[in-house]
């Protein structure tokens, strides 16, 4: 039996995605060899991340309260691409071709798990459209949640503006964040209206 603080960290540990106890406890001693520079480094980085908190425009990761995409004055505002995570923006980021903004769901509409669309990022996407947006591109995972979410945004936007939805090459099931840089930038161009 390990010490009670030595064990909480393990479990803490073992809250992460995918740390099963074996690799929480590998973890574990492995920050016990740390010296004390490397555990302040560590607390640092928690507590500095624990400062960062949404854009009021899109929903992104950010230290202020507008992300360095929505405050970026090079970005056209007026193009509007639809994620349902900041792990998928920055996937998108990623391929260094895209120069509009964002807006970040926060989630899949998923009726069985109760997820409705009032407990998405939906409201505030509504409030964004006006006159002179130009296009809100859909880039959700194809997946059933991702198709039942495109589909409730292109009937909710479509009379506003122009909805176009990336292009089949990621495949059904599939995940946004998985396809290369090459298949997401095809999906991007091939991009089709709802
Ligand atoms: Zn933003």
């Known amino acids: ?13 073992h809250k992460l995605p995918g740390v099963g106890m074996k690799s929480a406890e590998r973890m574990a001693f492995a920050i016990l060899g740390w010296d ?12 500095k ?9 899109c929903g992104n990761l950010t230290e202020e309260d507008e992300c360095e995409i929505c405050s970026d004055p090079e970005r056209n505002k007026n193009q509007i691409c639809v994620v349902q995570s900041e792990k998928d923006l920055y996937t998108i980021e990623s391929m ?6 964002y807006h970040v769901l926060h989630g899949t509409i998923n009726i069985q ?8 990022n ?22 059933q949640d991702g198709e039942t979410t495109a589909l409730y945004l292109s009937r909710l936007l479509s009379d506003r503006v122009l909805v176009t939805r990336l292009a089949s090459g990621i ?17 991007f161009a091939g991009r089709t209206k709802e």
């Open 1 to 13: 039996m390990y010490p009670a603080s030595f064990e909480n960290l393990i479990l803490e540990l």
């Open 36 to 47: 004390d520079d490397q555990k302040e480094q560590m607390i640092d980085a928690f507590k």
């Open 49 to 57: 991340a624990s400062n960062l908190k949404h854009c009021k425009v």
């Open 96 to 101: 260094n071709e895209y120069k509009g903004v």
């Open 113 to 120: 798990k109760g997820i409705l669309p009032d407990q998405l």
């Open 122 to 143: 939906i409201d505030a996407l509504e409030d964004r459209i006006n006159d002179d947006t130009e296009e809100v591109i859909l880039a959700l995972d194809p997946t």
């Open 171 to 187: 495949p059904f099931g599939g995940k946004l964040d998985y396809a290369d840089a090459k298949t997401l930038s095809k999906a």
